[in-house]
């Protein structure tokens, strides 16, 4: 049973749109949620988070977006570049924070 | 800013023979954790440690598996012995504090033949 999903498995977006990258969970105790980005050859790289007190985090061009009723969240990449091309990965814990559960990933692709 | 290194970034070994991935964790970090990914797959939680004990280990964490930071060096993983099921990529995180974030590590490939 997979407790975290995400979707779509891959997508491609010109540069300059907005990237679109969906997560819903299982577990009604996870509370935290991290967003990891990673580039081929690296370890998962610590991208934006959000509590579940929240529904909107922003940094930047990056948003995520939280609907703790429907246990999904999203992450929007405003004006995407081609350096934002990697593999996006959604996470979740609980409070006690002992353990990541992760998304299987979607690999963004920005065309110039 | 502060890294996590692995050490190989990739390992070839005979099934049935004995691996040891080794992990430099951020130098001020006081949680470890490992985490396997199988091609295709989520990274999926192994196991975490603190204050050189495992705080708590997934089924994935096999008796085979064993994790240790002998005299606050390398945190490490060994697999003895070794099956062709534990072919992954093996990632390596530290973290401050229990609510902290994470940092990772490239990963170690291994591949078990």
């Known amino acids: 049973q997979q407790q975290v999903r995400q979707s779509p498995q891959s997508l491609t977006v010109w540069e300059g749109e907005t990237a679109i990258l969906n997560c819903s969970y299982e577990?009604?105790?996870?509370?935290?949620f991290p967003w990891y980005q990673q580039f081929p050859g690296e370890g998962p790289a610590l991208l934006i988070s959000?509590?579940?007190?929240?529904d909107k985090k922003e940094d930047g061009r990056f948003t995520i977006f939280f609907n703790k009723r429907e246990k999904k969240l999203s992450l929007h990449i405003a004006d995407s570049q081609p350096g934002d091309s990697a593999t996006y990965f959604c996470?979740?814990?609980?409070?006690?924070?002992?353990?990541?559960?992760f998304g299987k990933g979607t690999v963004l692709l920005v065309s110039p | 800013g502060p890294k996590v290194l692995q050490i190989p970034s990739h390992q070839i070994i005979d099934m049935g023979q004995m691996v040891t991935l080794n992990c430099d964790p951020v130098?001020?970090?006081?949680?470890f954790y490992w985490y396997k990914q199988i091609l295709g797959q989520q990274m999926e939680f192994l196991v975490n440690?603190?204050?050189?004990?495992?705080?708590?280990k997934s089924k994935l964490f096999k008796d085979q598996f064993s994790v240790e930071r002998p005299d606050g060096s390398y945190f490490t993983l060994k697999i003895q012995p070794t099956a062709l099921e534990d072919s992954a990529v093996y990632f390596c995180?530290?973290?401050?504090?229990?609510?902290?974030?994470?940092?990772f590590g490239s990963g170690t490939r291994l591949l078990v033949i």
């Open positions: 995180a530290s973290s401050l504090a229990q609510n902290s974030d994470y940092t």
């Open positions: 577990n009604s105790a996870f509370d935290y």
């Open positions: 959000i509590l579940s007190v929240s």
């Open positions: 996470a979740a814990t609980d409070s006690g924070y002992n353990k990541l559960t």
């Open positions: 130098s001020n970090h006081l949680y």
């Open positions: 440690f603190y204050n050189g004990k495992v705080m708590e």
